[in-house]
């Protein structure tokens, strides 16, 4: 027992001279000073950037094609099913064209009526004109006969060889060989030319009539040739409304989607779409298509669609020939913006999560915070405005160095 309070008493009495000469030596030395913190920095420089943004967002069809008919025929045939794929022109239902047909053989007979009887209101346009004429030409030799044998009765009868009588009768030959040639020329008026006139009417007339049975034979054609009912696009069935036997009626027979190129409609906000511009390519993947790649590009950047929406859709557009995307799939996307040159500091010197304030350095060695306006950045730089070309700046912002602390330079 009493070895082990000796041992204990020595303890203690070495813990206090430890005590007493420590406390000597703080106050000889005046404390111990912090150590100067060690930064890594670089100079700010003139450097190309290729600044690039990270969206998501979901594949769309590059054309969703509704087909309709306003045939009442029933389908023939059906020779597509839902998921085949097609091509332009390639024949998704034949509607019957029966009747159709057997109204278009009486339309084109009627219009065949119609064309003979242009033909024979010509020719007998061309007889009334020239009978017309012939009329007028033979009226007028009888008014000039009936004159002229006028004007001898007269002088026979002024001579007593004839009685007055005669001559009154001849005058009345005379006004009607008059108005014979009035009624003549009146008729030869009406009739007018291969131009004008009642004759060319009667042709006008007739040839708008057979046009009229043309036009109601082309229809008829018109519809025939819609019964048959084609792809519009490259695309793939996506839905079939229509079976052999039933009426379309007014319901959306096909639903096409085209994808040999899709659009992606990739969400950011304000700050994401700066720099992004039609055209800046895109590189995407998507986790339903694990381990591919696809390349697109920008074609549109779009508005919020309220007033108080805060995102923006940017639009861009996959070529897909061999249809790997699918709509609605998710996909992740790069797009890279147009490179940006300017002076440069590392991408990581900036202190705040602003990437507006960055630690440089002066000629003593001691760190100041200065603030910049960031254009652009990639993965190792970012282009600011603020600071002179060769400035030293604090590659690393993150680290703990304040305003005005002496800093030594790794």
């Given at each position: 027992?009493?070895?082990h309070i ?7 009495g ?5 005590a007493?000469l ?11 000073k ?13 450097r ?12 769309a069809p590059l054309?969703?094609?509704a ?6 025929e ?7 099913n839902e998921?085949d794929v097609v091509?332009a ?7 019957s ?6 109204q278009l053989e009486?339309?084109q007979r009627s219009?065949?009526e119609?064309d ?6 010509r020719?007998q346009a061309q007889?009334?004109i020239?009978?017309g004429n012939d009329q007028?030409r033979?009226?007028q030799?009888?008014?000039?006969l009936?004159?002229?044998t006028?004007q ?8 007593g060889?004839i009685s007055?009588?005669?001559?009154d009768?001849?005058?009345?030959a ?10 003549a ?5 009406a009739?007018?030319?291969?131009h004008?006139?009642m004759q ?7 040839i ?5 049975a043309?036009?109601?034979a ?7 040739a819609?019964?048959?009912?084609v792809?519009?696009v ?5 839905n079939?409304?229509i079976?052999?036997?039933e009426?379309?009626?007014t ?7 085209e ?5 992606a ?6 700050s ?12 995407i993947?998507?986790p339903s298509?694990p ?5 697109g ?9 309220a007033?108080?929406a ?16 699918l709509p609605?799939m998710?996909?992740s ?5 147009r ?9 990581g010197a900036?202190?705040d ?14 760190a100041?915070?200065t603030?910049?306006t960031?254009l652009?950045?990639d993965a190792?730089?970012?282009v600011v ?5 060769g400035a030293?700046v604090?590659?690393?912002g ?7 602390q ?5």
């Amino acid at each position: 027992m009493t070895i082990h309070i000796s041992r204990a008493r020595r303890a203690a009495g070495a813990l206090a001279m430890l005590a007493v000469l420590a406390s000597g030596c703080a106050k000889s030395s005046g404390g111990i000073k912090a150590p100067v913190p060690v930064v890594s920095a670089a100079a700010a420089a003139v450097r190309t950037v290729h600044p690039s943004a990270q969206l998501s967002g979901v594949v769309a069809p590059l054309q969703n094609v509704a087909i309709t008919s306003d045939l009442q025929e029933p389908a023939a045939s059906v020779p597509v099913n839902e998921g085949d794929v097609v091509r332009a022109g390639q024949v998704l239902v034949a509607l019957s064209t029966a009747d159709l047909q057997a109204q278009l053989e009486a339309a084109q007979r009627s219009a065949s009526e119609a064309d003979a009887k242009v033909a024979q209101t010509r020719y007998q346009a061309q007889y009334s004109i020239s009978s017309g004429n012939d009329q007028v030409r033979n009226a007028q030799a009888a008014l000039d006969l009936a004159e002229s044998t006028m004007q001898r009765d007269k002088q026979l009868a002024a001579q007593g060889y004839i009685s007055q009588q005669q001559v009154d009768q001849q005058q009345t030959a005379v006004t009607q060989a008059q108005a014979a040639l009035s009624t003549a020329i009146e008729n030869q008026r009406a009739n007018g030319d291969q131009h004008q006139g009642m004759q060319q009417a009667n042709i006008d007339a007739a040839i708008a009539a057979a046009a009229s049975a043309h036009a109601q034979a082309d229809s008829i054609s018109a519809q025939i040739a819609k019964a048959t009912i084609v792809a519009p696009v490259d695309g793939v069935v996506v839905n079939r409304n229509i079976n052999p036997g039933e009426y379309p009626g007014t319901r959306q027979i096909f639903t096409l989607q085209e994808v040999s190129s899709l659009y992606a409609a990739l969400s950011a906000y304000g700050s994401q779409i700066s720099g992004i511009n039609p055209s800046d390519a895109v590189s995407i993947s998507s986790p339903s298509v694990p381990g591919k790649h696809f390349e697109g590009k920008v074609v549109a950047v779009l508005s919020p669609t309220a007033p108080t929406a805060a995102g923006f859709v940017v639009k861009i557009i996959i070529p897909n020939p061999q249809r790997t995307l699918l709509p609605g799939m998710t996909v992740s996307a790069q797009v890279r913006k147009r490179p940006v040159t300017g002076v440069s500091i590392p991408a990581g010197a900036f202190v705040d999560d602003t990437h507006t304030t960055i630690l440089t350095i002066d000629a003593d060695k001691k760190a100041h915070l200065t603030k910049v306006t960031e254009l652009a950045r990639d993965a190792n730089y970012s282009v600011v405005t603020g600071i002179a070309q060769g400035a030293l700046v604090v590659s690393n912002g993150t680290l703990a160095v304040a305003d005005g602390q002496q800093v030594e330079v790794q």
